[in-house]
Nanobody, 131 residues
Framework: QLQLVESGGGLVQPGGSLRLSCAAS????????IGWFRQAPGKEREGVSC????????DYTDSVKGRFTISRDKDKNTVYLQMNSLKPEDTAVYYC????????????????????????WGQGTQVTVSS
């Protein structure tokens, strides 16, 4: 059973940076597409970014383009979300999730930000952007 653990959240001032990590144990994360999602109080969960199992395809929601970068570290079996120029509206609980469809070769070069495409979820990490 794939278990995902997020870390790296915290309190940061506007304009600051954080790097979130999504780690897995016992399973090679490269077999999965990984997505980062967030949910602010009173709002629906939204897809922030994703990366294909090969790492060659990434996608971002418009509000974070140019500020956030998703990446994979195969040696550490971890996916990162580097968040720069943070804004108060980025405040949310951030979740990473794994899409197991890339276990089928034809899915290895794609990723999506659709919640229903993901099978496994972490417990979330809080990001608060405030002065």
């Amino acid at each position: 059973q794939l278990q995902l653990v997020e870390s790296g959240g915290g309190l940061v001032q506007p304009g600051g940076s954080l790097r979130l990590s999504c780690a897995a144990s016992g399973v090679i994360l490269d077999y999965y597409a990984i997505g980062w999602f967030r949910q602010a109080p009173g709002k629906e969960r939204e897809g922030v970014s994703c990366i294909s199992s090969t790492g060659g395809t990434t996608d971002y929601t418009d509000s974070v383009k140019g500020r956030f970068t998703i990446s994979r570290d195969k040696d550490k079996n971890t996916v990162y979300l580097q968040m720069n120029s943070l804004k108060p509206e980025d405040t949310a609980v951030y979740y990473c999730a794994a899409d197991s469809r890339p276990l089928i070769p034809s899915y290895q070069t794609i990723c999506t930000r659709r919640i229903n495409d993901y099978d496994y979820w972490g417990q979330g990490t809080q990001v608060t952007v405030s002065s």
